[in-house]
């Protein structure tokens, strides 16, 4: 199952197969959901990495049964389109990021919003859709350095390290660097550049451990080996194909004595 656009599997829609097949299904030609911190961040990324040519306001009411609404998404279609209180909030995390010393260093020299397509996994893969939305945020080929940014709640480091495992973010620079490679460039460092949509906009530069990106990959060759399943056997299930016993947690076999229940399941 490849993208209805381009013909290519994409980051986004594969790693939902860390939920399921059906998921990947859904992802690929179900609407996609953007969420408000998604759609701050892909307004912020238009303001760091496109001059603000990505995104569009909106100023009246954000209602899908309006024909208002619905004339100005059709006109500006391929663009993030914001209210003012979400057009605040993307400006000021954009800001910080431009203001930031450390972040301003590592995208010195680089190439922003690179559309790019390869092989790899027996699949074809893209990163990004010419017009459709971006593909690697901030390459930097000369020092095989490649930077993602990322709009978040909180930006400090220890909770960051662990949404970034949670968000799967490791897997998705894994999968651009796979992506690199095959395209005859060698990346040597990837790293986050994460920015808090709410003030003061804190800023973090998070370099990803060499161990996570290789789990990252190894993640990646996962689910395109079950992609490659999933298309041949042209059958995108959901989590399980048969009737399965209960799983037990682990707090039942330390606070719950099985051995104690007579035939009616009730404590003697």
């Not at 998604?38 to 954000?62: C, N, Q, T, Y």
């Not at 972040?103 to 559309?115: D, H």
């Not at 017009?131 to 990322?150: C, I």
Request: glycine fraction near 8%; hydrophobic fraction near 45%.
């Amino acid at each position: 199952m490849r993208h209805p656009v381009d013909g290519r599997v994409h980051f986004s829609e594969l790693k939902a197969h860390a939920k399921s097949p059906a998921h990947v299904a859904l992802a690929v030609h179900g609407a996609r959901t953007v969420s408000d911190v998604m759609r701050i961040g892909g307004v912020a990324d238009s303001i760091v990495f496109e001059h603000g040519k990505g995104h569009v306001l909106f100023e009246g009411r954000r209602d899908p049964r309006s024909k208002d609404w619905q004339a100005f998404q059709a006109e500006h279609a391929g663009k993030y389109i914001v209210i003012a209180s979400e057009l605040e909030r993307a400006e000021g995390a954009a800001r910080a990021v431009m203001a930031d010393a450390t972040a301003q260093r590592v995208l010195a020299g680089c190439k922003f919003q690179q559309v790019m397509q390869w092989e790899a996994y027996g699949l074809p893969c893209a990163a990004g859709i010419k017009g459709e939305r971006g593909g690697f945020d901030a390459v930097n080929l000369e020092l095989g350095e490649l930077t993602d940014l990322k709009i978040v709640h909180n930006a400090e480091p220890e909770y960051l390290s662990r949404h970034v495992l949670n968000q799967l973010w490791h897997a998705q620079l894994a999968w651009y660097r796979t992506g690199l490679l095959a395209l005859g460039h060698e990346i040597r460092i990837a790293r986050i550049i994460a920015a808090e949509s709410s003030p003061p906009h804190n800023v973090t530069v998070l370099r990803i451990p060499e161990r996570w990106l290789v789990q990252g990959e190894a993640l990646c060759a996962t689910w395109a080996e079950r992609h490659r399943a999933c298309e041949l056997a042209d059958a995108w299930p959901g989590y399980v194909q048969d009737e399965i016993e209960a799983i037990e947690p682990a707090w039942m076999a330390e606070h719950v004595d099985l051995d104690g229940l007579d035939g009616e399941g009730e404590v003697e």
